[in-house]
């Protein structure tokens, strides 16, 4: 069993910067493939940003150049850095775990674990 919790959420005005964390337990995170989603209200859930166990990234679209992941496997723990915030980014953000995948996965379904999430809310 793994266990994902996040933090570094909360509330920026536009163009600012948060840190997003999500430490993980297990002593195998080292090959877990890891993503960040989010879940707007009334919306469904969307990949963010993905690494691999080997580093490979992956972004959605309207993020790149914006946020950057990156893992520390000596810390257990997964970071979403994201600046130049934009009121859109707010939503609940969730990390997510993928046991088996030495890739990115980008849907949902492929992950595995899921933390509790963490509410980013960017003001105009």
């Known amino acids: 069993q793994v266990h994902l919790v996040e933090s570094g959420g909360g509330l920026v005005q536009a163009g600012g910067s948060l840190r997003l964390s999500c430490a993980a337990s297990?002593?195998?995170?080292?090959?877990?493939?890891m993503g960040w989603f989010r879940q707007a209200p009334g919306k469904e859930r969307y990949f963010v940003a993905g690494?691999?166990?080997?580093?490979?990234?992956d972004y959605m679209d309207s993020v790149k150049g914006r946020f950057t992941i990156s893992r520390d496997n000596a810390k257990n723990t997964m970071y979403l850095q994201m600046n130049s915030l934009e009121p859109e980014d707010t939503a609940v953000y969730y990390c997510?775990?993928?046991?088996?995948?030495?890739?990115?996965?980008?849907?949902?379904?492929?992950?595995?674990?899921w933390g509790q999430g963490t509410q980013v809310t960017v003001s105009a």
């Open positions: 997510a775990a993928d046991r088996f995948s030495d890739y990115v996965p980008i849907f949902p379904r492929e992950y595995d674990y």
């Open positions: 297990g002593r195998t995170f080292s090959s877990f493939a």
């Open positions: 690494i691999s166990g080997s580093g490979r990234t």
